[in-house]
């Protein structure tokens, strides 16, 4: 299950208003840490089916919603639960930093 594109205008709806806990990383084409990290944020959306929203949004194409969580480091990963941000972790890391983080969260 590939991660959902998300845009300024779906935000709300996709992630806010979410009544599952939602993965949300901030990215951009043209950085490399951010391609780097991508696999793994596919791996954890396909293992977390249904427990898990995976989405990401391109701070380049979606600068409202960017600015809304003062985005400015890329990736910056943001864990939502019931509309509220609960963690954000910025930067490449290994796929078992990324899941001791968001494990709490999976309840």
């Known amino acids: ?5 998300v845009s300024d205008s779906s935000f709300e709806t996709e992630v806010l208003k979410s009544n599952i806990p939602v993965l949300v990383d901030f990215w951009a084409t043209w950085c490399g840490p ?6 793994v944020v596919e791996e954890i959306a396909n293992e977390n089916a249904g ?4 989405v990401k949004v391109d701070v380049d194409s979606n600068p409202e ?3 809304k969580f003062s ?3 890329i990736p910056t990963i943001m864990i939502f639960k019931g ?17 001791d983080k968001l494990l709490p969260h999976l309840n």
């Open 1 to 5: 299950m590939k991660p959902l594109e």
């Open 34 to 39: 951010c391609k780097m990290i991508a696999p």
């Open 51 to 54: 427990k898990l929203k995976v």
């Open 65 to 67: 919603i960017s600015m």
């Open 71 to 73: 985005i400015r480091s």
């Open 83 to 99: 509309g509220k941000v609960v963690e954000q972790l910025i930067g490449a890391m290994p796929k078992k930093n990324l899941m």
